[in-house]
């Protein structure tokens, strides 16, 4: 069987392929020259809408609706706009080997494809309890979502659980975004998670204390402190309950379990250099090997506005990023990724966004109680602001956290202190 060679090659379906695309088109692209080979049926969409519009919309978002690029409010890349530029979407195909030395790629169906530059968006997939090996984790009715395969099966079961109870396990992203559909899809829902309180890695307690309490005034129950320690079900095979470390056994029959991700690495990390789960690149987005870029979840790359620190991010901002960089330095740009660490959510009628470092030596001042809004900012002794966040702001004040994120400027912490309201610190920056 004859390989197919292109000169660029995508390795993966998300975000990031989605995004690589459409600038390759800005630069050029001549129509046989790009290929993406995904695993997932469909062409690249806007992930983040899986746990949002796809759940609790109403009417629920559907493809073709959100296919990359309208996270960004840039065109709807269709199946058919692939078509029409001469880019190769093989759908449906799963990469079994890769050989850097003949820059081939080897398909499970016996395929292979051949490439001059690589670009590794491979993602990552969901933490499941099967894969740590619990107990009836593989009982059914126990969710995941990570694709939109996952979405439309957990969709189907809160419309037939209507009225009914369900267990969120998990505090962070998927939990909090999936406890909120949950409810307003009328099942009721308990959150569980071990650590203190809800997005334990972004959230100080004071600002996850506002959220948790308004998510209990929406009717979620939350669980902070024990854990899953494993699954009960029935004779046919179907979770009847979950049992935490601290004896108790919470009854339900749709579980979602929102415990993390794993970055999809397998396949070149016999060959490419790896820090922090992911494969190490440099300001060009390039790996050990020159011809290989990673971009997305599996990519470590150093922070050029924090000192080159090295970080792996998992965020749909940092995929689309890196996706456009990737190609522009294809194209002959020598600038370095500068990327300014960003996270959001959208849950009921909140939505917040993040941007900046949150250092150990950093203290948390808030303002505001959320209602609706609430600003808060990241200082370090010395007075400069490191990290920024919002709830319920305009579009303006955003641009204005995110500015004051990557500024960094250093304030009179006192002066600072004695705003009070979430105005009065946003107007306290210029």
């Given at each position: 069987?004859?390989?197919?060679d292109?000169?660029y ?5 998300g ?6 695309a459409?600038?390759f088109?800005?630069?050029g692209l001549g129509?046989?020259?790009l290929?993406?080979?995904s695993?997932?049926s ?17 009417p629920?978002?559907?493809?073709p ?5 309208v996270?960004?409010?840039g065109?709807?890349?269709s199946?058919?706009w692939?078509t029409?530029h001469?880019?190769d979407?093989?759908?449906s195909?799963?990469v079994?080997?890769v050989?850097p030395?003949?820059?081939?790629l080897?398909l499970v169906?016996g395929e292979?494809?051949?490439?001059d530059k690589?670009f590794?968006?491979?993602?990552s ?5 099967s894969?740590l090996?619990?107990?009836?984790a ?8 990570r694709?939109i395969?996952d979405?439309?099966k957990?969709?189907?079961a809160i419309?037939?659980?209507k009225?009914k ?7 962070g ?5 999936v ?5 307003q899809?009328?099942?009721?829902c308990?959150?569980v998670?071990?650590e ?6 972004l959230?100080?307690?004071e600002?996850?204390q ?7 005034r929406q009717?979620?129950?939350i669980?902070?402190g024990?854990?899953c320690?494993s699954f009960v079900g029935n ?7 979950v049992v935490?470390?601290?004896?108790t056994?919470?009854?339900s029959e749709?579980?979602v379990v929102?415990?993390g991700?794993?970055p999809?690495?397998?396949?070149l990390e016999p060959?490419l250099k790896?820090?922090q789960?992911?494969f190490?690149v440099?300001g060009q ?5 020159s ?8 990519a470590t790359?150093p922070?050029k506005?924090y000192?080159n620190?090295?970080a792996r991010v998992e965020?749909?901002g940092n995929?689309?990023q ?6 522009d330095?294809?194209?002959g740009?020598?600038k370095a ?13 909140k939505?917040?966004?993040?941007y900046?470092?949150?250092p150990k ?5 808030v303002f505001?109680?959320m209602?609706p809004k609430l600003?808060?900012?990241w200082?370090?002794?010395n007075?400069?602001?490191v ?5 319920s702001?305009?579009p303006e004040?955003?641009?204005k956290i995110?500015?004051i994120?990557r500024e960094r400027?250093?304030v009179?912490i ?11 610190g946003?107007n306290?920056f210029?």
């Open positions: 069987m004859a390989a197919k292109y000169r090659v995508v390795l993966g379906g975000v990031a392929a989605g995004y690589a459409r600038a088109v800005e630069k129509k046989g020259e290929a993406i080979i695993e997932e469909v062409a690249p969409y806007e992930r983040p809408a899986l746990s949002k519009g796809f759940l609790m919309g109403n629920p978002a559907r493809l609706g959100f296919h990359t690029c996270g960004s409010g065109e709807r890349l199946p058919e692939y029409e001469g880019i979407l093989l759908l195909k799963t079994t080997q050989d030395a003949t820059k081939t080897k169906s292979t494809v051949q490439y690589l590794v968006a491979t993602g997939s969901a933490v499941t309890f894969d090996g619990f107990s009836g593989d009982y059914r009715g126990i969710y995941c979502l694709n395969q979405a439309q957990l969709y189907d419309q037939a659980h009225g109870e369900a267990v969120v396990i998990g505090g992203y998927i939990g909090m975004e406890a909120a559909a949950l409810v899809n009328q099942v009721s308990t959150m998670f071990p203190a309180h809800m997005m334990e890695r959230f100080t307690p600002i996850a506002f959220y948790e309490d308004f998510y209990r009717g979620v129950k669980l902070k024990p854990s320690k004779e046919n095979g179907h979770v009847t309950g935490l470390t601290n004896g056994e919470l009854k749709l579980v929102g415990i991700a794993k999809n690495t397998k396949l060959f790896m820090e789960r992911g190490l440099n987005l390039q790996t050990s090997d011809n290989i870029f990673a971009i997305g979840d599996v790359f922070l506005m000192d620190r090295l965020h749909v995929a689309r890196m996706a456009m960089h990737a190609v330095v294809v194209f740009s020598q990724y500068d990327y300014l660490p960003f996270f959001y959510s959208r849950v009921f009628d939505s917040w966004k993040f900046g470092d949150t030596d950093a203290t948390c001042l505001g109680e209602n600003f808060a900012v200082v370090r002794t007075g400069q602001v990290g920024t966040f919002t709830e702001a305009t004040e955003e641009k995110e500015r994120a400027p250093t009179d006192s002066k600072l202190k004695a705003c009070h309201t979430a105005e009065e946003l306290f210029s």
